[in-house]
């Protein structure tokens, strides 16, 4: 009984310790924030050719990864280089049909349709400026990301869609390189999103059956949700 009694005695300061570091939360002094991000937001069109009006909602959704690069010893500020994918729709009554002579582009009169798009589907890197209020135990803080997104168009399409028919078919005059300014801040869950794009949707030279250029620019506007 006495070794028994000893034996507890002894390991005391052991089991003390034991407990004391399962207790503690480690701290990552080296970590780094918001490297996953999910978006949404709405497109509107700058720039439109006579005549031309948004319909529908023109939506956009975005996700991907950037690697957050402190630049400080706080970690506050810092730099982000990613990869993603964004889905960008623009509904509008700029019609665009294939023909054998190339793409020709009208504009549809009244609301004899149900649907008219032009919709895109990029890889994007975007590359940021970072400042924030973090800390490597605080998960809700304040944050400005400012900087250049570049993508290039894979896949675009132009579709059509009425009571009687329903039309679709890539469209070569997108272009195919997209590049513009990006602006997020927010707080914790609850980000605004900001993108001004810089070149116009289409390539130069493409006009409407009326000789006008289509020099169409997007401004998207709404929320981007970063993870760890």
Do not use: C
């Amino acid at each position: 009984m006495q070794r028994i009694l000893l034996l507890i005695f002894l390991g005391m300061p052991f089991w003390s310790l034991a407990q004391n570091q399962l207790n503690t939360t480690a701290v990552d002094s080296l970590y780094r924030e918001d490297q996953f991000y999910i978006g949404a937001n709405y497109n509107f069109l700058f720039n439109k050719p006579s005549g031309v009006t948004q319909r529908n909602l023109s939506y956009g959704l975005s996700m991907g990864f950037i690697r957050d690069i402190p630049l400080n010893r706080s970690r506050n500020v810092g730099l982000g280089i990613g990869l993603g994918y964004s889905l960008d729709t623009y509904y509008t009554n700029l019609l665009a049909s294939e023909t054998g002579q190339g793409t020709v582009y009208s504009i549809l009169e009244g609301g004899t349709f149900k649907r008219n798009k032009l919709e895109y589907h990029l890889v994007q890197i975007p590359l940021e400026f970072r400042w924030r209020t973090s800390t490597p135990t605080d998960f809700k803080f304040w944050r400005i990301y400012t900087g250049v997104v570049v993508g290039y168009v894979f896949a675009s399409r132009s579709k059509f869609v009425s009571n009687t028919e329903k039309i679709g078919f890539s469209n070569g005059d997108s272009r195919n390189f997209q590049y513009g300014l990006s602006f997020n801040f927010g707080y914790g869950t609850w980000n605004i999103h900001l993108y001004y794009a810089l070149n116009p949707l289409l390539n130069d030279g493409v006009v409407t059956d009326k000789g006008e250029a289509i020099k169409m620019k997007p401004l998207q506007l709404g929320l981007v949700f970063y993870i760890l």
